[in-house]
């Protein structure tokens, strides 16, 4: 009977047990490290790509808001003058100027901010904001935000004091002066002659000076608004622009 010799391997150290799983360790671990890297890359990547967006969006609001501030810096002036005419008493000479005046007391097109937050939304609904890593520079995204709701909020308040308004104006003017005073576009003229009021009591008067008052008051306190988020959107431009390493127009151009 044959005997078969067994032929046996040499046992390995358990040293080179060690040196394996280091290497293995290694590979997974500098694996890790390269896909972090990449993915931090592509964050930041998207981080400057938002501000670049974020910078934009606020530009455009402050163009808008320097032209709300003129605008609302003007139908003060008016209704303080519509004021000052219809309280001097008859007989009015120029009524027709009261007609313009009193035209502009309930629009609110001309005077409405409404942002460009098309950015804004991208960073607080779908998580883009933990993208900053500045956090100085989240929180100050975060009170411009809170400053452009509060805005909001203000005008929705003016859209009550409108129709206050409205419902008053009736006992004072003839709704088919305003209407010939209106273009295809809406936008109002100065009416020829001087069309004549709707005779009215002292005691409307008195009530439409107040419904008057509430508009004007309305009118300062969005003014004031407008200039106090004009101020914190100057201040982020500055904050994104310096953080970012970015010029207005490098900003603007890519």
Known sequence: ME????????????????WEFLMLFLAVFCGFLAENKREHMIEHQREKKLARSLVNDIIADTLRLHAIIEA??????????????????????????????A?????????????????????????????IQKGFIADSITKYDASIRSLLRQQDLEESAMGD??????????GRVFNRMMNPDNIPSLPTGNPPLISFSKADLTEFNYKLFVVQAQNRVNRRECRRLLTQANNLLIILKEEYHQSERTLLEK
């Open 3 to 18: 005997v078969h010799a067994h032929t046996h391997t040499a046992r390995k150290k358990w040293t080179h047990y060690f």
């Open 72 to 101: 609302r810096t003007e139908k003060g002036w008016m209704m303080d003058s519509l004021s000052s005419i219809l309280n001097a008493g008859p007989p009015y000479d120029s009524t027709n100027t009261i007609y313009y005046y």
């Open 103 to 131: 035209v502009f007391a309930p629009r609110t097109i001309l005077y409405r901010f409404i942002p460009n937050e098309g950015t804004l939304d991208q960073l607080k609904n779908a998580g883009g904001l933990r993208l």
């Open 165 to 174: 308004y409205r419902n008053i104006s009736h006992r004072f003017f003839d």
